[in-house]
Nanobody, 115 residues
Framework: QVQLVESGGGLVQPGGSLRLSCAAS????????MGWYRQAPGLQRELVAD???????NYANSVKGRFTISRDNAKKIVYLQMNSLKSEDTAVYYC?????????WGQGTQVTVSS
């Protein structure tokens, strides 16, 4: 069964850090670029970071220098280390393939940045 399961979200104060994880199953994880997306209330889902099968990374300007995406192909997990969090980072975070047909979206993980 093709599946994505996100975890690691929570409530954090501005300036804090979180590490998100996305466990993939049911397809050949290692050959696909993966990305982290987020969707804030009332807004469209946006891609914030992606990583190729070879490990090259790209970031949205809004998170560049604060977020780091990485992957473990053996474990079929993609991570998002988020530092210096801001209130505008509050959203539900999802992972999925990028630059190809997405697979069914997981439930996401809520990140709330608030004092």
């Amino acid at each position: 069964q093709v599946q994505l399961v996100e975890s690691g979200g929570g409530l954090v104060q501005p300036g804090g850090s979180l590490r998100l994880s996305c466990a993939a199953s049911g397809y050949i994880f290692s050959i696909y670029a993966m990305g982290w997306y987020r969707q804030a209330p009332g807004l469209q889902r946006e891609l914030v970071a992606d990583i190729t099968s070879g490990g090259s990374t790209n970031y949205a300007n809004s998170v560049k220098g604060r977020f780091t995406i990485s992957r473990d192909n053996a474990k079929k997990i993609v991570y998002l280390q988020m530092n210096s969090l801001k209130s505008e980072d509050t959203a539900v975070y999802y992972c999925n393939r990028v630059r190809t047909v997405p697979i069914p979206w997981g439930q996401g993980t809520q990140v709330t940045v608030s004092s």
